[in-house]
């Protein structure tokens, strides 16, 4: 029988189960996709988190393929509104580093156990010795489970896990960019139509989103069509296929039942404008590993740092949410009186004083582990 069974191989039970591991704790980690989910999602990975995965020399492998944004500016109608300086922050790293998620998450299974895929999880419960869960293959036992499966496992163990959901949609593609453009720079663009967000990304690339209007029409055609005369009035031609997204948010209250633990997007869920919610689930998991170690080897559960551990994440991820809250409401279309109020918000948020915080803030400088 495994000490602790993680349940969901995304990003953040791949880093639990290295972590875990790398740590000699006997961890199994089980999927219920029959192989690595498709496609980018998160793509920036924030100061805290590179810190936080330095030690395991993830980190190192990280950089190797991952572009350095080393400042992020607010533009409305092509001006300049102001910059956030992530090369000032007094941090060991001074940028966000950015890469497609299946690619960190291809960098995290290299250190993981093997993923047993294929293994549903339907049900769990506990006795005071032990964690039973049943599954599409049988029942599995382990003294301690932790639940990463993502927004989609949520009512698994909470009883109240609607999300809240933003009037808000997106459409978002990665594209190649003349080579002209800035690779260390992110853009804002908050224009009298919604926000157009554009983000350096590796070999050329940049990760385009744009606001989309809710009843537009979700069809990937027309979706595509829209994304193409966004991105020509930028003069940037489209090469990849355009998706759409809709935003929401949940922030569970506890992360903690006993012997079952809830981390990442299944215990929280930010907008992803502003893209912070896999660096809160890797900064969960990369916080609580060494107390499950300390569990496991004492066979005492340290109850006070476990507590800590809670009210810090929690706290954390409630700050990410009003963050990632703020940041959709800016972004959304404004007639001209509005943007122009905006932009002049904008430059105050980014101005001198304030400009540090907010410097910070978005790169997670307030997250309880950083
Ligand atoms: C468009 C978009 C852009 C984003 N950009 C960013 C960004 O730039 N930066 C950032 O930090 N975040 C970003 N995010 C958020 C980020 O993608 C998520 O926070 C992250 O993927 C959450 O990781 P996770 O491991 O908690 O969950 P998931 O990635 O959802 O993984 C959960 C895994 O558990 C498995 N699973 C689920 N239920 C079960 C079950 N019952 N039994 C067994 N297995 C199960 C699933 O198949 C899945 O593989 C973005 C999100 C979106 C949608």
Do not use: C, K
Request: proline share 6%; aromatic share 4%; no cysteine.
């Amino acid at each position: 029988m495994p000490e602790v069974i993680v349940i969901g191989a995304g990003p953040v039970g791949l880093l639990l189960s290295a972590e875990l591991n790398r740590r000699g704790i006997g961890v199994a980690l089980i999927e219920s996709r029959e192989q690595a989910g498709p496609g980018s999602r998160a793509i920036g990975i924030h100061p805290p988190t590179l810190a936080a995965l330095e030690g395991s020399g993830v980190t190192d492998r990280l950089l190797q393929g991952a572009v350095r944004v080393s400042r992020g500016e607010a533009r409305s109608q092509g001006q300049l509104l102001g910059a956030v300086r992530f090369d000032q922050l007094p941090t060991r790293f001074p940028f966000v580093a950015t890469l497609p998620q299946e690619a960190t998450e291809q960098i995290l299974a290299a250190e993981a156990p093997g993923v047993q895929r294929g293994v549903t999880v339907t049900a769990i419960t506990q006795s005071e010795q032990q964690v039973t869960l049943q599954t599409s293959e049988g029942e599995r036992r382990a003294p301690i489970v932790v639940l990463a499966g993502g927004s989609r496992s949520r009512a698994l163990v909470y009883t109240n896990s609607a999300a809240q959901s933003y009037p808000d949609r997106y459409l978002m593609v990665d594209t190649h960019v003349a080579a002209a453009e800035d690779s260390s720079t992110a853009v804002i663009h908050l224009d009298e139509g919604g926000v157009l967000e554009s983000f350096p990304l590796p070999g050329g690339r940049r990760r385009f989103v744009a606001w989309d209007a809710p009843h537009a029409d979700q069809d990937p055609t027309a979706q595509q069509s829209r994304m193409e005369r966004t991105l020509a009035v930028r003069d940037h031609r489209l090469e990849g296929t355009t998706r759409g997204f809709g935003v929401r948010r949940y922030v569970a209250p506890s992360l903690r039942n006993g012997r079952v633990f809830v981390i990442g997007d299944a215990a929280h869920e930010v907008s992803p404008i502003g893209g912070q919610g896999m660096n809160l689930g890797l900064l969960d998991a990369a916080s609580l590993a060494p107390l499950l170690t300390d569990w496991v080897r004492s066979g005492h559960a340290p109850e006070a740092e476990l507590r800590r551990w809670e009210r810090a994440r929690v706290g954390s991820a409630r700050r990410a949410a009003a963050m990632a809250g703020l940041n959709t409401r800016l972004g959304r279309p404004a007639p001209r009186a509005l943007s122009a109020l905006r932009s002049n918000v904008v430059q105050l948020m980014l101005g001198p004083g304030a400009g540090r915080l907010m410097t910070r803030a978005y790169a997670m400088g307030f997250d309880h582990h950083a």
